[in-house]
């Protein structure tokens, strides 16, 4: 459903400039902070006071309010915390999208080369993931961090003492980002098995692409997921709850609980694997030429395989929670891309590529301004 809320689109436009100017800027400032509390403080503000918005709102609130997920104990210290300090029912939001969007520009940091299109892009990325999987978003603050030591400990030379701080570190972050969303446990495997498996090897694009077609037009409709529902019952031993979620495997997995709300039209898919396969082979072409960094690489291959696993799972909620933040990383390859366009030489088929990166604002910048429905309150709304 179209809306055009004036409130809403405006804001989040103003939003979006702030983000574009601090990444214009901030590779040429000696204070890169000032623009990564701006743009905190601004993401915080936009988020914070969003009402009625994101799965669960108002269940949420009352957990916020009345500790009614004492499982996730970080979670409910969290909440105490906040209550303690003054943070009411309708300003939670706001704590809670600080540490994410701080964490996740303090991860933005290491590539200030890339500022100018990273900033932008990277909050298209994940405005939405912050927005829908709330509890999870937070918990994913500590994963940005963790990825940060994860990669510093591979590209610097650190003396014993200082590796074992740093593993110590990586084990507290993970444990942070689980005590507050157990699905963040997946993630934090997923991302750290990729980065030391493919150590800095780029996915060929003859493999990523063809993965993808299947996995979007074939897979996504022609496999019966509810043979996986034995292994997700033995993943709910994993934590109470994931077991919550698994012991409702059918709910997840039959043809009755497919998801209709999530179907893509056959034109939705073509530009999609259009857009995300341009990414794919520019993206792969980029590396290879460039001098490029292990983490570069690794965030590439986090994105390729998230986006490829997630387009299996499309119509199904659970599993989508665990790859959507993995394919959000594609906004640090489109960055790559875009900041080395000017390097390279390009066919006039790769050029045409460049018109498929046009399906990510489209998709994560557009759709999110228009395509809301009656999701564009504020607080002031009500």
Same mark, same amino acid.
């Given at each position: ?8 689109? *405006? ?14 800027? %901030? ?22 006071? #969003?009402?009625? #918005? @994101? ?27 906040? #209550? ?19 964490? @996740?520009?303090?991860?933005?940091? #290491?590539?200030?080369? /890339? ?48 590796? %074992? ?47 993808? *077609?299947?996995?979007? =037009?074939? *897979? ?15 993943? @709910?031993?994993?934590?109470?709850? =994931? ?24 034109? +939705?898919?073509? *530009? ?14 980029? %590396? ?65 590529? =460049?018109? +498929?990166? /046009? ?5 994560? +910048? ?17």
């Amino acid at each position: 459903m179209y809306t055009f809320d004036i409130d809403y689109i *405006l804001i989040n436009m103003l939003m979006f400039l702030f983000f574009v100017y601090a990444g214009r800027n %901030i590779d040429k400032s000696k204070h890169p902070w000032q623009y990564i509390w701006l743009c905190s403080i601004v993401f915080t503000i936009v988020l914070g006071c #969003r009402y009625m #918005r @994101g799965n669960d709102y108002l269940r949420f609130q009352m957990t916020f309010m009345y500790d009614q997920d004492k499982t996730e104990v970080l979670f409910t210290f969290i909440n105490r915390f906040l #209550r303690w300090v003054g943070v009411t029912k309708y300003t939670f939001l706001c704590a809670y999208s600080l540490p994410f969007i701080l964490c @996740g520009l303090y991860f933005c940091k #290491r590539y200030v080369s /890339l500022s100018k299109f990273l900033y932008p892009a990277f909050l298209l990325a994940f405005i939405f993931f912050d927005e829908y999987c709330i509890r999870q978003a937070l918990g994913f603050s500590f994963i940005f961090i963790y990825m940060v030591v994860l990669f510093n400990m591979d590209e610097e030379e650190c003396k014993l003492r200082a590796k %074992i701080r740093n593993f110590l570190l990586l084990i507290v972050c993970a444990l942070a980002a689980v005590s507050i969303h157990s699905v963040n446990a997946l993630n934090v495997v997923f991302i750290t098995a990729i980065f030391i498996v493919l150590r800095g090897k780029c996915i060929p694009w003859f493999i990523s692409i063809p993965s993808f *077609l299947v996995s979007s =037009f074939v *897979l996504s409709n022609s496999i019966d997921w509810s043979l996986f529902q034995n292994s997700l019952s033995y993943l @709910g031993n994993f934590s109470e709850k =994931f077991y919550i979620y698994t012991t409702r495997a059918n709910s997840f997995f039959s043809s009755d609980a497919f998801q209709n709300d999530y179907t893509r039209s056959v034109g +939705g898919k073509i *530009l999609e694997c259009f857009g995300h396969c341009s990414l794919f082979y520019l993206g792969c072409k980029t %590396i290879k030429k460039i001098p490029s960094p292990k983490s570069i690489v690794a965030l590439y291959n986090i994105y390729v395989i998230g986006s490829i696993i997630d387009m299996c799972f499309w119509n199904y909620e659970l599993l989508r929670r665990v790859f959507d933040p993995m394919l959000a990383f594609w906004c640090f390859s489109i960055a790559f891309v875009l900041e080395n366009a000017s390097k390279l030489k390009y066919t006039t088929q790769e050029k045409f590529m =460049f018109l +498929g990166l /046009l399906y990510f604002p489209y998709e994560m +910048g557009f759709k999110y301004l228009v395509e809301r429905g009656q999701m564009t309150l504020f607080l002031w709304d009500m």
